[in-house]
């Protein structure tokens, strides 16, 4: 496992822009994919996007796509999620999670992924 932190949520209108970030904290990611997942209440988590770990694949959700971009530079062992055009419908605590995932079907189960970090909230006000 490796130990994430994240940073970068808080309180945006809509419209506006966010950039999350996630640094595995003491090593580095290992290899895994990272994704960003979320979690809005009384919904279940789902993933918003991943990255492999040579960043030649990514995956995002169709209700981010072109909204959204994951990066990651594993010199700093950071990946961060560029969020644009928010809208009320993304308000949710991200969170970060790290696996050896690469299928997709495999990739957007939360349960495949060994590492994950605290959370953190993102809101978007109409």
């Known amino acids: 496992q490796v130990q994430l932190v994240e940073s970068g949520g808080g309180l945006v209108q809509a419209g506006g822009s966010l950039r999350l970030s996630c640094a595995a904290s003491?090593?580095?990611?290992?290899?895994?994919?990272v994704g960003w997942f979320r979690q809005a209440p009384g919904k279940e988590r789902e993933l918003v996007a991943a990255?492999?770990?040579?960043?030649?694949?990514?995956y995002y959700a169709n209700s981010v796509k072109g909204r959204f971009t994951i990066s990651r530079d594993n010199a700093k062992n950071t990946v961060s999620l560029q969020m644009n055009s928010l809208t009320p419908e993304d308000t949710a605590v991200y969170y970060c999670?790290?696996?050896?995932?690469?299928?997709?079907?495999?990739?957007?189960?939360?349960?495949?992924?060994?590492?994950w970090g605290q959370g953190t909230q993102v809101t978007v006000s109409s």
């Open positions: 999670a790290a696996g050896f995932v690469q299928a997709v079907g495999v990739m957007i189960t939360p349960r495949f992924y060994d590492s």
């Open positions: 003491g090593r580095t990611f290992g290899g895994r994919t």
């Open positions: 990255i492999t770990w040579n960043g030649g694949r990514t």
